[in-house]
């Protein structure tokens, strides 16, 4: 059974701030690491795909993967309060036909 | 804007009542999903098909019944629901892959609101 574990938070941080969004997972097999924003009332929307060790940037948002370790994390620069929202951690494994596993998401608020 | 459209966008229902959600994608991905997602938590897998093959979550209700005309369109009829299957029901799509790789990205409608009374 894969599991994925986030912080229900609400992670509250300042304007301009960096958030720090973590996630950890049991199962090794775990091959691609997601993130995704939902808004409340919304429907998910991908942010951020990584696959292998170390980090990959996109803008304002970094995601981190560290498969030794088995967490993966999200940090966003200068963080807007239009990125208040939930974030949802979310894996795939490595056979074909598996579906995307979600984490409980971290609630951010981001202050102005 | 998603390419996955969803109808309709909110429903009511009685308990008594039979109804079809609808979901359509052109992005050329070969699976397709429905998640269930209650407030505050995080979406769960209901069904998947996979070219247009159906793999089941056995946690799900028969009241549930997927339906996959095509590799393009995938439905959810509802017959004789329960106020606690009330919950944003979301369809989404994805290119089928046997490795890591861009296919595995999962793409969501803007979902179904159901109210069930």
């Known amino acids: 059974q894969k599991e994925v574990e986030q912080n229900s938070g609400p992670l509250s941080v300042p304007e301009g701030a960096i958030a720090s969004l973590n996630c950890t997972y049991s199962?090794?097999?775990?091959?691609?690491f997601f993130w995704y924003r939902q808004y409340s009332g919304k429907s998910p929307e991908l942010i951020m795909s990584?696959?292998?060790?170390g980090d990959k940037e996109d803008g304002r948002f970094t995601a981190q993967l560290n498969k030794a370790s088995q967490y993966v994390s999200l940090l966003i620069r200068d963080s807007q309060p239009s990125d208040s929202a939930t974030y949802l951690c979310?894996?795939?494994?490595?056979?074909?036909?598996?579906?995307?596993?979600f984490g409980k998401g971290t609630t951010l608020s981001v202050s102005s | 804007d998603t390419e996955v459209t969803q109808t309709p966008k909110h429903l009511v229902m009685g308990m008594t009542n039979k109804k079809s959600l609808k979901c359509e994608q052109h992005?050329?991905?070969?699976?397709m999903y429905w998640y269930k997602q209650k407030a505050k938590k995080p979406p769960e897998l209901m069904f998947v098909?996979?070219?247009?093959?159906?793999?089941i979550n056995e946690s799900v209700p028969s009241r549930f019944s997927p339906e996959c005309p095509n590799s393009s369109l995938l439905n959810l009829h509802l017959h004789a629901l329960q106020p606690e299957d009330s919950a944003l029901y979301l369809c989404?799509?994805?290119?089928?892959?046997?490795?890591?790789?861009?296919?595995?990205?999962?793409?969501f409608g803007s979902g179904t609101q159901l109210s069930v009374l």
């Open positions: 989404a799509s994805s290119q089928v892959g046997t490795g890591v790789g861009t296919n595995e990205k999962l793409f």
């Open positions: 992005m050329g991905h070969r699976a």
């Open positions: 098909y996979s070219y247009e093959k159906l793999s």
């Open positions: 979310a894996l795939k494994g490595n056979q074909a036909g598996t579906a995307l596993i």
């Open positions: 199962d090794r097999g775990s091959q691609s």
């Open positions: 990584i696959y292998s060790n």
